[in-house]
């Protein structure tokens, strides 16, 4: 079974899922759209057979072509909403890219016309499939009951695009919507039982001061601690600071449960399993994965991504990144948020009620 693939936005993250895609069997990418010229030549220049390549500026003439059966959305953030509304109304399989949406009311009508989608909607959220995660995931009953979560990352600012639409919460959500919906999802995954209320402070203190667009000045926030609290006692917490450039690693992660912990990095090649009742550690060797042929910018997490989606197709499964998963990512960003805004700790079930009935 061969996919024809049409890709939506072909900036830095459309670019990369062409070139994993390339790597890919059974796979031909037969389409791209995007308005903006310089994008479509990096996309012309990363597809192989570029002159078989059909180029549009109007996303919906793509969505129009009934050759392709899969397509990847690339687009910045706050164009998903309409580029999901058209691509309902075919059958079309769809990677959509994180974060899903940029507020609840365009989130929770995803989700529902998910519901009722023929094709498949998967939501890339791919930080769940990096090796060291998996490595956490396969050793987790050896630490006992899961009481604490703790995810630190430190990394550079938010990098140039095309109109510089992600330097503005109106268009991106928000910081801890765009970038850490990522560690929202890595947390519902890990934690067992569901998040019921959060807390953050934060702030832009660094980025972006110097920069004017139109006449405005950027709004994302560039650091934060964020706490969540779960509904079995469980607790998550997430350390963010994007002026922390050339530090050794990205990302650290720290899972402890009542009988010992797991300690891992991104990008790293070990995990650290403690013992509380034998007082000791032991060092993991994290294998990578055999099947990555493409490493990109996630350490092979898009690659294995790709293939599960394509698997999933294939056999008629449930996606294992559903709208379900991505709606919940978002509501912990938008709630988080909303806590620096008010300086208090948000009940999500509230923040939920309160802003729209569901």
């Known amino acids: 079974m061969k996919l024809n693939y049409g890709i939506i936005g072909t900036g830095m993250m459309g670019c990369e899922h062409i070139r994993n895609l390339k790597k890919i069997p059974d796979v031909k990418i037969v389409a791209i759209a995007d308005p903006n010229e310089r994008s479509r030549k990096w996309a012309e220049d990363t597809c192989e057979d570029a002159f078989k390549l059909r180029l549009y500026e109007d996303y919906k003439e ?9 397509v990847v959305i690339a687009s910045p953030n706050f164009t998903h909403i309409e580029v999901m509304r058209e691509l309902f109304k075919t059958d079309k399989h769809v990677l959509l890219e994180k974060p899903m ?5 365009d989130g929770i009508e995803v989700l529902e016309k998910s519901k009722k989608h023929k094709g498949v909607v998967w939501i890339g959220l791919e930080y769940r499939f990096m090796s060291p995660i998996q490595s956490l995931i396969n050793h987790v ?3 006992g009951n899961i009481k604490m979560l703790s995810i630190r990352e430190h990394r550079f600012p938010f990098l140039e695009k095309v109109d510089n639409w992600n330097r503005f919460n109106e268009k991106t959500g928000g910081t801890l919507v765009e970038k850490c919906c990522h560690f929202f999802d890595l947390m519902n995954l890990m934690m ?15 980025n972006h001061l110097d920069e004017t667009y139109d006449g405005k000045v950027p709004d994302i926030i560039d650091n934060s601690f964020v706490l ?6 469980e607790r998550a917490m997430l350390d963010l600071c994007m ?3 050339a530090g050794k690693y990205e990302q650290e992660i720290v899972l402890t449960g009542d009988r ?5 990095h991104i990008p790293g090649n070990e995990v650290l399993l403690t013992n509380r009742q034998e007082y000791s550690h032991r060092t993991l060797e994290i294998k990578e994965d055999s099947r990555v042929k493409e490493v990109g910018f996630h350490h092979g997490a898009s690659y294995i991504e790709h293939l599960e989606l394509i698997d999933c197709i294939k056999k008629g499964n449930q996606p294992l990144v559903d709208c379900q998963k991505g ?15 008010t300086g208090e700790s948000i009940n999500l079930n509230d923040f939920l009620k309160n802003e729209y009935e569901i």
Not at 260 to 264: H, I, R
């Open 192 to 206: 067992p039982s569901k998040p019921i209320k959060i807390y953050a402070s934060g702030g832009q203190d660094v």
């Open 62 to 70: 793509l969505l129009a072509q009934e050759d392709i059966d899969v």
């Open 243 to 245: 002026f922390a450039e």
């Open 327 to 341: 709606f919940d990512s978002i509501v912990l960003g938008l709630a988080a948020q909303e806590s620096i805004k």
């Open 141 to 143: 009953n050896e630490i």
């Open 260 to 264: 010992g912990k797991l300690e891992t």
């Open 228 to 233: 969540i609290d779960y509904e079995d006692g």
């Open 101 to 105: 949406c940029t507020n609840l009311s």
